[in-house]
């Protein structure tokens, strides 16, 4: 089992920016892909255990930036110009290590935080 923990959300207004935080209580050296969901299983970001490779949504792509801090196994997702139908519980989740196929889809994730809402107001 791997804790993982969301913090971040809060209700913002359109056009604002913020910033999510996850992190992953997995063992040492565990390389494990982590990535962001919204709605329970919309996919949102992800990225490789090493950080060099990142994934997004269309709809999310040159809005947000997915990141990681790879030696405590915490990632960060900064979103800018948020609107309105960003308004979700947003979930982190996180994948054991292996090849990248299923890295943007839900099932492809073993563990799951509890989520943090984010509401954006108009």
């Known amino acids: 089992q791997v804790p993982v923990v969301e913090s971040g959300g809060r209700t913002v207004q359109a056009g604002d920016s913020l910033k999510l935080s996850c992190a992953a209580s997995?063992?040492?050296?565990?390389?494990?892909?982590m990535g962001w969901f919204r709605r329970e299983r919309e996919f949102v970001a992800a990225i490789n255990w090493s950080?060099?490779?990142?994934y997004y949504a269309d709809s999310v792509t040159g809005r947000f930036t997915i990141s990681r801090h790879n030696t405590e196994n915490t990632i960060y997702l900064q979103m800018n110009n948020l609107k309105p139908e960003d308004t979700a519980v947003y979930y982190c989740?996180?994948?054991?290590?292996?090849?990248?196929?299923?890295?943007?889809?839900?099932?492809?994730?073993?563990?799951w935080g509890q989520g943090t809402q984010i509401t954006v107001s108009s």
């Open positions: 997995g063992p040492p050296g565990s390389r494990l892909a």
């Open positions: 989740a996180v994948r054991q290590f292996r090849p990248a196929s299923g890295i943007t889809t839900a099932t492809g994730y073993d563990y």
């Open positions: 950080g060099s490779e990142t």
